[in-house]
């Protein structure tokens, strides 16, 4: 039980994908310009990141690496990924098909959402079990929910706030991100005690 919290942690916390990985800026730059609809894709995220983990996970070692075939990684995480994207989707646009709208082009770009990839290639060589594959997954996507809705937040506020006129948009969007990921390397020290 430790060690997956220590792993949780580690993923959402300590290595936050988008702060101090810096893999999946794109939909955080993208699309947290409002909070439903940054909610909305976190937790779309967040799913796929969990699911994705397991079914890549349980790809490698069931399939590839008994066959030798691990040269067949990437290609076979990215139909994995690209599949359970897809499923999403379809829950998305049955279940809620407001959220699915507003979400647009940001649900299928999931698909090419570096963090997705980039868990599921660091599952392959560090975590020992399903359990902990699927434990690593969500708290990966927690820790891009955390992101996502603080970054949201931060861009509402700074949508109202007197700007200068060249740091308006992108530049002061950057500018709060570089903030934000100082701020998590201060979970660093978590890892060291």
């Not at 690593?136 to 861009?155: E, H, K, Y």
Request: overall charge neutral; proline content about 3%; some cysteine.
């Amino acid at each position: 039980m430790g060690d997956l919290l220590l792993i949780a942690t580690g993923a959402a916390l300590v290595n936050n994908f988008v702060l101090v990985r810096f893999l999946g800026l794109c939909p955080v730059l993208g699309a947290s310009s409002r909070l439903d609809n940054a909610l909305g894709l976190s937790l779309a995220t967040t799913l796929v990141l969990t699911l994705s983990s397991g079914l890549t996970w349980i790809l490698d070692y069931w399939l590839l690496i008994p066959l030798d075939l691990g040269y067949l990684r990437i290609l076979g995480f990215i139909l994995v990924i690209a599949g359970t994207v897809q499923a999403t989707e379809l829950v998305l646009r049955h279940s809620s098909t407001i959220l699915h709208q507003r979400l647009g082009v940001y649900l299928p770009l999931i698909t090419s959402n570096c963090a997705v990839l980039g868990v599921a290639l660091i599952n392959t060589g560090r975590m020992s079990s399903l359990v902990e594959a699927l434990v690593f997954g969500l708290a990966a996507g927690l820790g891009f929910c955390l992101v996502m809705i603080s970054f949201s937040g931060l861009r509402e506020r700074l949508a109202a706030a007197d700007v200068p006129l060249h740091f308006r948009g992108v530049p002061i969007a950057l500018v709060t991100a570089s903030l934000m990921s100082l701020a998590f390397l201060g979970f660093a020290g978590l890892s060291q005690s």
